[in-house]
Every structure is written in structure tokens, then in C-alpha cells.
């Protein structure tokens, strides 16, 4: 009952202001909702609109997070000038890029395949049918392997086929999914409420990973390209099965339609962030301590 | 530390100021004049002070008591509702 609220601004020329010290969002001078500063802890913001420097500064003093997405895909978000992250660690992410690189982008791959299969598991037990799980498994111990980031990547994309005809005979006909469609490409229902799942866990990731002070732009396992957020990309591998794949597979099997809805989609995929954190304070450990990293393993 | 605030206040006007500046706080709303709230020690001070300034502008033989409880997290998890929680908003996410 006391967890803060996470607030979406979606509505176009939506206004966020400050008013009597509480921050409110008005549109054509009606009053959307008004919250004071102390229950808010995301204020996410979809659509073209204003938001004063005073909820900046609101926003500052009590710790909100202001993101700023655009066509599902978080593209901004607001960090205190107080921020300058650990230099200690960021060398350290530096050290750790050059000599243990593979290390963790094994770890990394071998979560996200054991996550799969978790969730191709439950479905296969679940109905008593046979989705490939046992593909993964295997993939799963042979990734431990391997001793290239390539060969890591190679068999990440061998699970990816597996996993997403197993996927596909999980959703409901009606939704046309014929399979895990790239940004941009996907046109299909489905498709296009996973993109929103896996923007919203972006954010997530992203703010944990920027808040135990780590660089979010040298990655293990996706490579270095200007402007890309490498590391939040590796670190989002392991929770897309259990955090956005899982939910949605749910929704589409319950209530098809509700795929459609993006305010069902956005409002299902808000997070128990707490395990985001936790994994990003460990890979934070890892770097730091020289220590193993362990992955997030769903049960 | 979590604070339970009850208050009985006849005047309507100072009443309504009363859950405005709780609201205001980010307290919650449980009953109609119940608010219930996360407060660390300087908020509570902010808090406490605010309240005392409202009730300074109350009338001599008018009712205006307040009561600020501190209660932890454990007990307030073995409350006992009867008859449903006052809500002015559902959920935490507000679209």
C-alpha cells in the first residue's frame, strides 16, 4: 500500500508542473492527476509535451526518475549533476573488459538460455506437450564452453530459433505471431507489446546499472558503438524471458485482446526492481572484487 | 518509520487544509481522517511544524485534535481492516 507510484504522461501536449508543492499533469486545463513529490518514483513520459525546470528540481530533491521515451524506446533520461559514478569501478569495468570479457558474456548467455528455458518448461509441464525445451538445456551447458564472445553469441542465436518456435505455439492464432520480429520490422501485435516490454526493462536496467556506478557504455558482450548502452544490453539478456516474455505470454494466452492495449502492456511492465538492483550491484562486485558473476536465474 | 495521523477537526475550512498539507506531504489517505505515511525525521519535524501553524488559526471552543503515531513496518503489516480500506486511488501506476 505504500509502494510509490509510477506515473505515465501519454497524453499529447500534456503540461507537468509544479502547484502548491504538489507536481501535477495537466491537459487542456484538466487536471490529469496531482501527486506530491514524496509518493512518485518514475514519472515516464510517452507522448510530445512540457514539463517545467521546478519538476526537474522537485524530482531532484526527493530522487524521481524522469525518463523520456519515444516510439517505445526509452531515449532520454534525467541524471542528478551529482552523479559521477565510481572511477575506482569504471577502471576497474575497463580492466575487466580487456582481460575477462568472454567470462562474462558467458554468464550472461548462459542466464538468458536457462531463463528460456524456464519458460518453456513450465508451458511444457503446464500442458504436457513438447515445445524443444531440452534444446535449450543443452545450449545452456555447451555455452559454458565456449571460450570466444562469438561462440557465445553463436549460441545465443541457435536458442533464439528454438526458443521463439516454442514461443510461437504458446500464443493464440488470432495474433498472427509467426515469430520474434526486429525493432522497426514488427507489425504484429505481439511483437510490438514485447518491444514495449523490453523498452520499459531498458529503463529499469538502466537506472540500476547507472545508480551502483557502473559505465553503462562499455559492455561484455555487445560491442562498443558510440551512443549505445552496451552494458545495459548485456544486462537485460537474462531478465527478458522472465520479466517481459513470461507476463505477455500470459496476457496474449488470457485475454488475446489485451495485447492490443497499450496501457494494459505499458501498465504490466513495471518490475520488482529490487532484482534488477541486486543484479546489477553483482555485476558491480564482480568487476570490482575480480569475482565470478553470477546471472540472474529464474525459477 | 511509518506515522499514522488522526485528526478530529470541526471546522471544515482548517479540516480540508489539514488533508490537503498531508497530501501535500505524500501521506496517504486510509480513512477519511486517517493518513498514513513514510516520514523520516526531518519530514516528520516539517510535518509536525506545518500542522501546529494550522492550528494556531483555530478558534477557542472549536474541536482541533491531532495525533501523530509512529508504528514500524511489522505491526502495521498485522493491522486488522474490517469493512475495506478507504482508496482515492487504485494501484500504483497512475496512467
Not at chain 1, 105 to 117: S, T
Not at chain 1, 122 to 133: G, H, M, P, R, T
Not at chain 1, 141 to 160: D, I, P, S, W, Y
Amino acid at each position: 500500500m505504500l509502494d510509490k507510484k509510477i506515473v505515465f504522461v501519454k497524453d499529447w501536449g500534456a503540461y507537468v508542473r509544479v502547484s502548491k508543492g504538489m507536481i501535477t499533469c495537466v491537459v487542456k486545463d484538466e487536471v490529469k492527476w496531482s501527486l506530491s513529490p514524496a509518493e512518485i518514483s518514475s514519472i515516464i513520459i510517452l507522448a510530445n509535451s512540457s514539463i517545467s525546470s521546478e519538476v526537474i528540481n522537485l524530482a531532484n530533491q526527493y530522487g524521481i526518475e524522469i525518463v523520456f521515451f519515444k516510439g517505445n524506446e526509452p531515449i532520454a533520461k534525467i541524471i542528478p549533476a551529482s552523479y559521477a559514478g565510481s572511477f575506482k569501478l569504471w577502471l576497474r569495468q575497463i580492466r575487466a573488459w580487456k582481460s575477462r570479457r568472454v567470462n562474462f558474456a558467458r554468464e550472461f548467455i548462459y542466464g538468458k538460455l536457462h531463463n528460456q528455458w524456464v519458460t518453456l518448461r513450465y508451458y511444457e509441464k503446464k500442458y504436457n506437450i513438447n515445445l524443444n525445451s531440452d534444446k535449450l538445456l543443452q545450449l545452456e551447458r555447451e555455452v559454458l564452453v565456449e571460450n570466444t564472445v562469438e561462440g557465445v553469441m553463436q549460441k545465443e542465436a541457435e536458442g533464439a530459433k528454438w526458443y521463439w518456435s516454442g514461443v510461437r505455439q504458446l500464443i493464440p492464432k488470432e495474433l498472427g505471431f509467426k515469430g520474434r520480429k526486429k525493432r522497426g520490422e514488427a507489425k504484429d501485435p505481439f511483437n510490438v507489446a514485447l518491444n514495449i516490454g523490453y523498452g520499459m526493462l531498458r529503463k529499469s536496467v538502466w537506472g540500476a546499472v547507472i545508480s551502483v556506478g557502473l559505465n553503462p557504455y562499455l559492455g561484455f558482450l555487445h560491442k562498443y558503438r558510440a551512443g549505445r548502452p552496451s552494458l545495459v544490453l548485456d544486462l537485460m539478456e537474462e531478465f527478458r524471458s522472465p520479466f517481459v516474455d513470461r507476463k505477455l505470454i500470459g496476457i496474449a494466452r488470457q485475454k488475446p485482446e489485451d495485447v492490443k492495449d497499450i496501457k494494459v502492456i505499458y501498465t504490466n511492465m513495471v518490475f520488482e526492481e529490487e532484482e534488477i538492483y541486486t543484479q546489477a550491484r553483482r555485476l558491480a562486485n564482480a568487476i570490482l572484487h575480480d569475482e565470478e558473476y553470477k546471472p540472474y536465474m529464474a525459477k | 518509520m511509518l506515522y499514522v495521523v488522526f485528526y478530529d477537526i470541526t471546522d471544515n475550512e482548517l479540516r480540508n487544509k489539514v488533508a490537503d498539507f498531508l497530501k501535500k506531504k505524500g501521506m496517504r489517505r486510509v480513512q477519511l481522517s486517517v493518513f498514513v505515511g513514510e516520514l523520516n525525521s526531518s519530514r516528520l519535524k516539517d510535518v509536525e511544524a506545518g500542522l501546529r501553524l494550522i492550528y494556531r488559526k483555530s478558534k477557542p471552543g472549536d474541536r482541533f485534535m491531532i495525533l501523530i503515531l509512529p508504528v514500524t513496518d511489522t505491526l502495521f503489516k498485522q493491522r486488522i481492516v474490517i469493512g475495506g480500506e478507504y482508496r482515492e486511488e487504485e494501484g500504483n501506476v497512475i496512467w
